[in-house]
């Protein structure tokens, strides 16, 4: 039945290639109807059928839909852009609804939903980054420093535990760079204990003068 | 040994510094044996000083010494510095580096309770980073004064007729009046440049009849010009100019960033585009500038407030490729915006952030020296206060975000980080520099609670106040205080009153940059800063509601300086005073300055381009009120603690301090009886000299004792007292007390 199916709509959109080409704009464009309506999955359909759309808002809608069902279909993407061009000259107003990696969506003042593409490198939200391995280590190292500005004593329980954390985690099979994280957290922990010993000292003397 | 180390290098600092402030920016060329002979020059200058008054000759020999390698290190560093700029950094490092090593003796060594230490230790902490930060101003002071070789500043880029690429302009509006909208298109409809468009990008403005006629404007003004309006957008600025560049022409290979109220030179892209023939130049920046800055006081202080950060800041980051991205006047490359993923939607200081990854990439920036346009300032002081809050919001959240690549080891944790020592070191100081003010805060509480707890007859122990305690803070803050007017006349050439005033503007904003960097710490999202509203009409009321935190320090300050002046006339009050009033003046200037800027036209004072999660002023102030009230407690339970009754054995380590008379050389000839008076809470006195002895006396602070004698050893020193009123005589320990008079000339008894 599938295959049935994918052979239909094949034929369909060489139906439509060739229609068009001969200028039976009208046949090609009910070709393309019968293609979308089989397979409205299939962005080479709605990328056909908004080459004979009859109105700009329907072309702009197909090549929206042909973009966002293939978002590598360079020819869509190309084509949208010039029709989004066309419809902002007309009316500039556009409406956020929201966005993905690729492309966002957004509603036009003659209410069309439109996706644009966006064109760049993706780069995950700060505060939507999943925290590294080392961050448990941090969250003791900061821990062990505040201990050491405020007398010593706890940054002498504390950094070995950093340190340990540090060790652990190593184990863990960590990247490169969190293998780095580490070490330094290490490294920083054994100076915070080593100044942590006279500081505790120095308030010791004071705790217990004799 | 340690204090008069530390008075010789400070007097060595001093007289460096006058020189610098007199020569430095005169002298234009560079030269090792005249920056040697300089160095000697200076050295001899202040051994002589020390000499005739507190000095010891083996000791002045012996630290000239380490002073000579350290400025000679120091030249060879610096070599495009003059000398007069070498000399001084030298000796501000040693100066800096001495006292926070003096500072750390005192606290470990001073005889306080675990509580009073545990305070004394933060405080030290906290006054060691703030010296390191003024330490880090000094040196751009001196890197753009003295600097007498430029390796990237540029007024003018070389032409090159040729390239011509096409160039997208992008104009961000929020709520922007039409006029001065108007305005900014029409200049970019008359640049000389055949190859570029205009892209007029209004996000979220919600009145269509502020919106609407900048469509008719870009219609009127040609093809190139396109307009958009985007309704309900989430990302500020930046979630607009991202989706600005999906609109971009595909042809465009740069894109140039203008403020909606930037009316642009017509030359500004035929001179700017050349740099990025350069296929490794990301970004372009020129200095921002502004029309309405003349007429009044407040307009032309926070003119030239602007103008530091172009005339001295960027002058100095553009040296080492360390510039940031400005976010108007500036170009940028499409392909690498594209490639860092566009602008960073959770900063609200987009354009720094987005510097800050392109240079991680390893691209170079460049600073053009030369306005290109002239915008419009904030209309008033409330408009200045919520900008500066942005600012400082913004360089906290790069800060929190980006901490890690500004590491040392950032490198080594990710090679793809290409960063430059240089280049992580003005990052950093760029988030942290704004602690400064925070930290101005802590010290204006930590002043006034001394001056209250010490009229209420229970002063604070944290620190023993001692002489050079007293004396080195004043000495720095006057040095730096004069280095900072001698930059803003040197390089805004402006009078001094005007860079009074600019110092003023500055620090009048030390609230609102308190407020956010506790807020930006704090909160996960942007926000601006909501002042309060009054509900009459007059302007000079809501002028002083606007800035009335910053009124009631500036006033608790002045009051207790006052109270203190009066109750207690001794020169340790008078430096106290000083101090208080000092601090109040830089918070007493928020109002006036308030009160200064209604003067500006109304109308234009009506622009709202605030963007964000509202954050009223007194919900952000509560974090400080918390703050404040922590330390009374903290300080009232120090003073309930009981102190060291006897003297601790670790004292001995305290350095030994100097009277004021020592340093004035008043031990030559002085006919004053030598006294000694106790410093700490309380110290007993004994019927020898050492603790093994019998107690004789228990002796409070402040108490006076006539000196008799001494015992022989000056590292240690004892003083053999007469107390007054009871006729009592015995042995009081050195570190327990400070003297005057001359004490040179006690006997010693064995």
Known sequence: MQKMLQTEVSQLLEEVGQLAQQGEREKAYQSSLRATSIAPDESLAWYLRSQTAPSPEEQLMCLSRAYSLDTTFPDAKKELRTAVQTLLKQEPFLAYVHETEEFYQVRSGRDLLVNIPKNRAFDTPYLQKAPGLAKPAFRWLSLSLLALVLGGVGAVLLAPITAFQALRLQASSPSRGDRVRLWIVFILSVIIWLASIPISWLLLIRLYPS | ?750
Not at chain 2, 374 to 391: C, I
Not at chain 2, 609 to 638: H, K, Y
Not at chain 2, 660 to 666: D, I, N, R, V
């Open chain 2, 1 to 750: 040994m340690l204090v008069r180390a530390l008075y010789l290098s400070a007097i060595w600092f001093a007289i460096s510094l006058f020189a610098t402030l007199m020569l430095g920016a005169r002298l234009r060329r560079s030269n090792s044996a005249l920056s040697l002979l300089w160095l000697g020059v200076i050295i001899i200058a202040g051994n002589l000083i020390a000499l005739f008054t507190f000095g010891k000759f083996l000791e002045i020999f012996g630290l000239s010494s380490i002073a000579f390698l350290f400025g000679l290190l120091w030249i060879i560093r610096l070599r495009d510095w003059n000398a007069p700029g070498q000399v001084t950094w030298a000796m501000t490092l040693m100066t800096t580096g001495l006292f926070i090593f003096y500072t750390f003796l005192l606290t470990a060594f001073s005889p306080l309770n675990p509580l009073s230490f545990i305070f004394a230790l933060l405080f030290f902490f906290l006054e060691a980073i703030t010296l390191l930060l003024a330490l880090a101003h000094m040196h751009e002071s001196l890197d753009v004064i003295c600097r007498v070789r430029w390796h990237r500043l540029l007024d003018k880029l070389d032409p090159h007729p040729d390239y011509l690429p096409m160039v997208s302009l992008q104009v961000p509006a929020y709520n922007e009046p039409v006029d001065v909208v108007q305005k900014t298109l029409d200049s970019l409809a008359q640049l000389n440049y055949p190859n570029y468009e205009v892209l007029v990008v209004d996000n979220n403005t919600p009145l269509q009849e502020t919106w609407r006629p900048l469509e008719e404007i870009c219609r009127k003004l040609g093809p190139n010009f396109h307009c958009l309006h985007l309704d309900k957008w989430p990302g500020y600025k930046s979630g607009a100019l991202n989706f600005a560049v999906t609109q971009t022409d595909p042809r465009a290979e740069i894109i140039g960033i203008i403020d909606a109220d930037y009316e642009v030179d017509p030359d500004f892209l035929r001179e700017l585009v050349p740099a990025f023939a350069n296929p490794q130049v990301a970004f372009v920046q020129t200095p921002q500038d502004y029309s309405d800055h003349k007429g009044d006081v407040f307009s032309e202080s926070t003119y030239r407030g602007y103008k530091y950060f172009f005339e001295v800041s960027m002058p100095s980051r553009n040296e080492r490729n360390a510039i940031i991205f400005a976010g108007t006047m500036g170009l940028i490359r499409k392909s690498v915006l594209e490639e860092i993923g566009g602008w960073d939607e959770w900063c609200i200081t987009e354009d720094a952030e987005a510097s800050l990854r392109i240079l991680m990439r390893g691209y170079q920036s460049l600073y053009i020296k030369r306005p290109f346009g002239r915008g419009l300032m904030p209309f008033n002081f409330e408009g200045l206060k919520k900008q500066r809050f942005r600012w400082c919001f913004g360089g906290i959240q790069i800060l929190k975000k980006h901490w890690e690549v500004l590491m040392p080891w950032a490198n080594w944790v990710d090679p793809q980080n290409k960063l430059t020592f240089a280049q992580r070191y003005y990052y950093l100081l760029g988030g942290l520099g704004w602690f400064t003010d925070v930290f101005n805060l802590l010290f204006a509480f930590f002043l006034v609670l001394g001056a209250v707890f010490g009229l209420l007859s229970s002063p604070i122990q944290v620190r023993p106040l001692t002489n050079t305690i007293l004396v080195l803070p004043a000495i720095f803050l006057f040095l730096h205080t004069s280095r900072f007017l001698w930059v803003l006349r040197n390089r805004l050439k402006i009078s001094f009153g005007m860079a009074l005033a600019t110092m003023y503007n500055f620090f009048s904003l030390g609230w609102a940059v308190t407020l956010a960097c506790i807020q930006g710490l704090i909160q996960r999202e942007g926000i601006f800063l909501r002042t309060p509203k009054s509900k009459t009409s007059s302007r000079a009321w809501h002028a002083i509601l606007v800035t009335q935190w910053e009124t009631i320090i500036g006033l608790i300050c002045i009051i207790a300086g006052f109270l203190v002046f009066i109750t207690n006339r001794n020169w340790r009050s008078v430096s106290l005073c000083v101090l208080l009033f000092w601090q109040g003046s830089l918070y007493i200037a928020a109002p006036i300055y308030s009160l200064l800027s209604i003067r500006r036209e109304a109308a234009k004072a009506s622009r709202i381009t605030d963007q964000g999660r509202p954050m009223l002023e007194q919900r952000a102030a509560r974090w400080v009120v918390v703050l404040f009230m922590v330390m009374i407690a903290a300080f009232g339970l120090i003073t309930v603690l009981p102190s060291p009754s006897e003297l601790p054995a670790y004292a001995r380590y305290l350095p030994i301090d100097m009277a004021p008379q020592q340093l004035l050389g008043q031990k030559l000839g002085s006919t004053k009886l030598a006294m000694a008076t106790v410093s700490i809470q309380s110290t007993h006195c004994w019927s020898g000299p050492g603790g093994k002895y019998k107690q004789v006396t228990l002796l409070r602070r402040g108490q006076e004792a006539e000196i008799l004698g001494r015992n022989a050893d000056p590292n240690n020193p004892w003083w053999y007292v007469k107390i007054p009123d009871t006729g009592l005589e015995c042995w009081l320990w050195g570190m327990a007390a400070t003297t005057t008079g001359s004490v040179d000339n006690v006997p010693i008894i064995q």
